[in-house]
């Protein structure tokens, strides 16, 4: 028998997008671009900043981008409703503008100290200009008030640049280039064993050890951007042929994920509340005057406050939020709350939930038992499941056939992507995409050609290449289908790409250089909670909602994006560095994960052959997947779906479990005794929860700002 999609839904998808429109026919302006543009610096600069001078919560480290939706909440909560004030007549416009303008003065005078670099005097400076914008806007009738659209694409903007001002990119990027000569002794051995295989031209030395990165300068010392511009150039073209292929792939995978699977997306659903919040004729965005939001925000608002004031106050009280029970053996289990994680869970498929919680929980009993058993692998993991290294090639495995399944269920959205890309078949197939899938096709096998060839340029096999990049992005692919489909807001691969490689395949095949190379391949493919894809293929589910012609401009708005936000947030930490020393921000970026990697090559160059032992588990992971795969599509009872069974074992999911878990009881006693009206309503209490703890994190950032408090870090997933 032939699946395929009924005649019917075929007709409602193809009319679906006009349904969602009828409410909202304006399209993007110059208003949205040019905020988004401010605000994608302004994140970029910001959370640097935050978690390096500040040291407060992280707001760009995992797929949940806090950063973005703090600035999100801030611009439709507080911006917009001012900027729909003021464009109600010119009396709001003036007292608004001479409000601000006294307040920036009177903050500021005598100009004299005035810091070019400073987060706070940038912000306050755009909401002047804001205000003195509005004042010839008013006077033709118009405003810097944003509707859907121009909403909506600020919004990709912000996640795009979540991808790559921090844990992302930039914060890996730029000490991984200089870590090697700084941290060079005659203990490790890095200069006489590694220096012969580096690819210098894309290394970062001045002369003189990069001290002056690592040490500072003081605030009168020079940049040497001299020694930063070639070595820049060569990453920035491997760095977009990247970004391309990963914005392309999520174009091609759209539709499939969205119209035919129906993926849930629930890391979006909170913007995608403020989106539709958002009326032309009404002051404050819906999604504010909403009781049980506040009564959900309420709880991570004063729990994480009092965290927050104990740090300023030691005898304020403050509930724990995390525990550790013990399981079986040498197996713990970590209980933590986190209420984003508990927002996001509530909103996915029961079946997904139980399939996350089950299988992690089998993997501490499957732990334990290799280790009764004595089955022990060699290898020495960094990120995955490094304290059982079998079985993050189990996972892996299981996550390529994940991909690989997907891809074959998506033959017929595939087979029209190819045709329409060799100018055949329906032209409305493509329509709705912010690229034609030509051009996506194109920037997909040009982007990841170009990865290959610039590894292969570096000293890397062409074949050895060819397999890491392929790897890398069915990796990617895996992840971001995770993290559509189960919300989970920290997670990262059980198995790298580089380490698969390396260790899979041994350093013989791979060769010096090519160990060398996948090693700084940490900077973009190893520790990282978040990545373009990812972000990209959430912003995608924003702009389902906007109108067709708009949104072919996001395409362009969101490379801009990624732009500003490696740019801005290398320009930040460039003074930041250069001023106070690189070892007195970030321990774990200027010194932990450089270490780690060139360690890592050090520990590879000596001939290994293919781990034989780790292939057998990837292989085992791949079948049991495979198994699983078939069990939920032949038998609809089967209460496990198989989305859990590749990533029970990775670290992060000691911190998440358990509020899926908790979530899924929740739901479960929801639905069973309110029923779906009920699950409906009480979304808006998860929803709260969720901007409840972004708030929190964000607005003790700006407090810490002010008081000049250093190590207030809340919430972290």
């Known amino acids: 028998m032939k699946k395929e999609i009924p005649e019917f839904y075929r007709r409602y998808l193809q009319t679906r997008q006009q349904a969602l429109l009828s409410q909202e026919r304006r399209g993007l302006t ?145 000490p991984m280039l200089t870590a090697l000569f700084y941290y060079a002794s005659p203990q490790n051995k890095w200069r006489e064993k590694l220096f012969p295989h580096l690819p210098h031209r894309a290394m970062v030395e001045d002369g003189q050890g990069n001290r002056a990165f690592y040490e500072g300068t003081g605030a009168a010392g020079a940049i040497p951007y001299g020694a930063w511009a070639e070595p820049l150039l060569w990453w920035g073209l491997f760095l977009g042929a990247l970004y391309l292929s990963m914005v392309c792939i999520a174009v091609i995978l759209r539709r499939q994920w969205m119209e035919r699977e129906r993926l849930p997306y629930p890391i979006t659903q909170a913007g995608l509340a403020l989106v539709r919040g958002e009326e032309e ?87 334990e038992a290799l280790f009764l058993t004595g089955m022990r692998s060699e290898v020495k993991l960094m990120y995955g499941v490094s304290d059982a290294p079998l079985l993050g090639y189990q996972g892996v ?95 990262r691969s059980p198995l790298t790409a580089p380490d698969l490689v390396i260790q899979g395949l041994g350093s013989t095949l791979v060769g010096p250089a090519g160990v060398v190379n996948l090693s700084l391949a940490y900077i973009w493919a190893a520790d990282i909670r978040i990545f373009a894809l990812a972000t990209c293929a959430n912003a995608l589910k924003l702009v389902e909602e906007m109108d067709l012609r708009s949104r072919r ?43 780690a990697a060139y360690d890592n090559a050090l520990s590879h160059l000596a001939p290994q052959g293919v781990d034989w032992q780790g292939l057998g588990f990837l292989g085992g992971g791949a079948m049991v997947m495979g198994l699983l795969l078939w069990a939920r599509q032949r038998y609809p009872w089967w209460p496990l779906h198989p989305l859990g069974f590749p990533i029970g074992a990775e670290s992060m999911m000691d911190y998440v479990w358990f509020n899926v878990f908790f979530s899924w009881l929740v739901k479960g006693a929801v639905l069973r005794y309110g029923g779906a009206a009920l699950y409906q309503r009480s979304q808006a209490f998860f929803l709260g929860m969720i901007a409840g703890q972004v708030l929190c994190n964000g607005l003790w950032l700006c407090i810490d700002y002010f008081t000049g408090k250093v190590g207030n870090s809340i919430f972290w997933i």
């Open 30 to 174: 110059w208003r949205g671009l040019g905020l988004g543009c401010f605000l994608s610096f302004f994140l970029a600069i910001g959370d640097p900043y935050g978690n390096m001078i500040i040291r407060g919560s992280y707001m760009a480290l995992d797929f949940s981008t806090p950063g973005a939706l703090f600035l999100f909440l801030v611009l439709t909560g507080a911006l917009n409703a001012l900027f729909k004030l003021a464009g109600r007549g010119r009396k709001h416009t003036l007292l608004l503008a001479g409000l601000v303008s006294l307040a920036w003065a009177w903050h500021y005078w005598p100009f004299t100290s005035l810091d070019p670099y400073s987060p706070g005097l940038i912000f306050s400076t755009f909401l002047l200009g804001c205000a003195l914008l509005n004042l010839p806007l008013v006077r033709r009738g118009t405003s810097l008030a944003l509707n859907r659209a121009d909403l909506i694409l600020v919004y990709a903007m912000l996640l795009m640049v979540s991808a790559v001002c921090s844990m992302g990119l930039s914060e890996q990027l730029l």
């Open 281 to 367: 004729g009404r002051l404050v965005n819906g999604f504010f005057l909403r009781p049980a939001m506040w009564v959900g925000a309420a709880f991570p608002l004063v729990l994480g406050s009092l965290q927050a004031l104990q740090r300023y106050y030691p005898a304020t009280p403050a509930l724990r939020l995390q525990w550790q029970l013990p399981l079986v053996g040498h197996q713990f289990l970590q209980v933590s709350i986190s209420f984003a994680m508990l927002g996001f869970s509530y909103l996915i498929n029961s079946s997904i939930a139980m399939g996350i919680w089950v299988f992690h929980l089998l993997s501490k009993i499957e732990k």
């Open 397 to 491: 495995g299981g996550l390529l056939i994940l991909v690989l399944g997907g891809l074959w269920v998506s033959r017929e959205h595939l087979g029209q992507v190819l045709r329409r890309a060799l100018g055949r078949g329906n032209p409305e197939v493509d329509a709705g995409e912010i690229l034609s899938y030509r051009k996506a096709l194109l920037g997909t096998v040009g982007g990841m050609g170009g990865m290959v060839l610039w590894l292969w340029f570096m000293g890397t096999p062409l074949w050895i290449s060819l397999v890491f990049v392929g790897v890398a992005m069915l990796i990617f692919v895996g992840v971001t289908r995770i993290v559509a489909e189960a919300g989970l807001a920290a997670l």
């Open 553 to 595: 401009m996001v395409f362009a708005a969101m490379l801009a994006a990624l732009i500003i936000g490696a740019g801005g947030a290398a320009w930040m930490i460039f003074h930041m560095a250069y001023r106070h020393g690189g070892v007195n921000l970030n321990a774990w970026f200027f010194n932990g994960a450089p270490r």
